[in-house]
């Protein structure tokens, strides 16, 4: 078991509250780890930390490390922009750009020049989509808007435009709350198959959800990390009271 991303006494503020305290975790290569918690105990926070994303929010203020392959990326000399093209993101609300369902895929390798416009990029394009288990469904209209797609469709569309540009990691903060069952399998599924190429941190209130996908579970509490382990040993067999109380549904 390979540690891909290491997190080192991680603390994080929002103006004067202390919203993350004293992280720490490993987290592991091609596994899937999922973030449990009651609302506001800063799993999303802690998520936009491992993409710098934070970095976007003017009162936020981060101490400590998080190595990924070994390098810190809140090091000076990295920039927090390669940082994001590494890091892919999926968020709770599909949100397609206003344009194709193909220069929502095309846009970023183009943009950085991962491909050439024409033949390379067509198969980019191909190649994303496929792995994202979208492409029979949009072969034939790839030039209709990104946002003319179901919602489930457009969370793939999502997906495959963030695999497009070859990240190692993708986050993916409540990727199912806004879909049905039937899309949110097929995303579900779609996790267990990325999970082989990529290494994948999820958030989730589905309690089903993290047993079902998730090898790893992190349960926070009020900016804490109070439990982390093996999935079934959180959900079957949790050391502290309190992750006991959160997955039994005695608070939250
Ligand atoms: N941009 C921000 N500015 C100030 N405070 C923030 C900001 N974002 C989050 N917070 C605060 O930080 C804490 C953690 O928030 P976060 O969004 O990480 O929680 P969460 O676990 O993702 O919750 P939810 O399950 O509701 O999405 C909360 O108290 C929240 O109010
Ligand atoms: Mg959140």
Redesign the pocket.
Known sequence: MKTKINVEDLNLWYGSKHALQNINIDLHKNKITALIGPSGCG??TFLRCINRMNDLIGTANVEGKIIIDGKNIYDKDVDEVSVRKKIGMVFQQPNPFPKSIYENVAYAPLKHGLVKKGRECDELVEKSLISAGLWEEVKDSLTHPGTSLSGGQQQRLCIARTIAVEPDVILM??PTSALDPISTEKIEALMLELKKKYTIVI?THNMQQAARVADYTAFFHLGDLIEYDETETIFVNPKKKKTEDYITGRFG
């Open positions: 799993k999303s903060d409540e958030v």
